[in-house]
């Protein structure tokens, strides 16, 4: 798997940089936020260097996603959360600041100071079909 040497997500899973872990193997690793948008925020992060998640091969994908179940309900059980977000960003526009693939696993309460803005939309007439179209042929 490839490292980047440069950076810190990578010095983690290396034990260059210290963390609180939480799981890892040879596919994934799992460590408790240092900015946690509540106690027990955790990420979860492929062992290799991929920026966005579309870089990553189908098998490494599956290999680093296998653990998320299981992370959700550990991160469940040991806050007492009422839910859980399972954020995942690509890309600076869409708020990823650190350049490596990570799933954030964030413990809810209700009334809690996390939100964030989720303008739904409509399809223009026909713009619905159009669009699965391109995205079926992208695949």
Known sequence: M???????FCKIVAGE???AKILGDDSAFAFLDIGPLAEGHVLLIPAGHYETLDQMPPDHAGALLRHLPALVKAVRAATGCEGVNVLQNNGRVAHQVVPHVHFHVIPRRAGDAFHFNWPAGKYAPGRLDELAAKIRTAL
């Open 17 to 19: 940089i210290p963390s």
């Open 2 to 8: 490839s490292k980047d040497p440069n950076c810190i």
